[in-house]
């Protein structure tokens, strides 16, 4: 069974930092890409950021490049997101999830996590 | 706002069909797939169509997916309680090396 599980959300303050987690099992994790997406309080969703299988190619959206870094250790099955700079309108659940097809290319999500809750606010 | 547009809000009485909309560009929707998502109150999206109308396991075939040109649409018929939730389109903006863009979602209630 695929589980998704993040944590290492909370509060911050603004210009803070903090390093989001993602602990992955039931598939081979090395073979796929994976997100991070968010939703601040009653908003829809956005996605942040996608990493390739063996972590060689990473992309962002613009509103967090250079303060988010998303990375992953394939040997402990783990994604991570780095969040530097952190703005208010950073706040919102940050959730993980795995591409739908492993392989080179990248495919929209298929499974998500349960999300993390990260607050901004001094 | 969001990339893809979809209607705020839809509604629907038990057993009716409704159909939420998804409206793009001909670098998003118009060459490339789109997927539904479906968020229950406080929970996960999960995986409702892949591929503009595949189903994966375990959805029942009430649910349904479309495309035509720049724009998508999602079809629910004979509408339960439980089909109460948030629905998202998502999809590839400038093909595979583009960004994951979603639509603002679209609130179902049923009547």
């Known amino acids: 069974e695929v589980q998704l599980v993040e944590s290492g959300g909370g509060l911050v303050q603004p210009g803070g930092s903090l390093r989001l987690s993602c602990a992955a099992s039931?598939?081979?994790?090395?073979?796929?890409?994976m997100f991070w997406v968010r939703q601040a309080p009653g908003k829809g969703l956005v996605w942040v950021s996608r990493?390739?299988?063996?972590?060689?190619?990473?992309r962002y959206a613009d509103s967090v490049k250079g303060r988010l870094t998303i990375s992953r250790d394939n040997a402990r099955n783990t994604l991570y997101l780095q969040m530097s700079s952190v703005r208010s309108d950073d706040a919102a659940v940050y959730f993980c999830?795995?591409?739908?097809?492993?392989?080179?290319?990248?495919?929209?999500?298929?499974?998500w996590g349960q999300g993390t809750l990260v607050t901004v606010s001094s | 706002q969001s990339v893809l547009t979809q209607p705020p809000s839809a509604s629907g009485t038990p057993g009716q069909r409704v159909t939420i909309s998804c409206s793009g560009s001909?670098?998003?929707?118009?060459?490339?797939?789109v997927n539904w998502y479906q968020q229950l109150p406080g929970t996960a999206p999960k995986l409702l169509i892949y591929?503009?109308?595949q189903r994966p396991s375990g959805v029942p075939d009430r649910f349904s997916g479309s495309k035509s040109g720049t724009s998508a649409s999602l079809a629910i018929s004979g509408l339960q309680s439980e089909d109460e939730a948030d629905y998202y389109c998502?999809?590839?903006?400038?093909?595979?090396?583009?960004?994951?863009?979603f639509g603002g979602g679209t609130k179902l209630t049923v009547l």
């Open positions: 999830a795995r591409a739908a097809v492993s392989g080179p290319y990248p495919s929209p999500p298929d499974y």
């Open positions: 001909s670098s998003n929707i118009g060459s490339n797939i």
């Open positions: 998502a999809g590839w903006d400038g093909g595979q090396n583009g960004d994951l863009v």
């Open positions: 990493i390739k299988g063996d972590g060689t190619i990473t």
């Open positions: 591929s503009n109308n």
């Open positions: 039931g598939f081979t994790f090395s073979n796929y890409w």
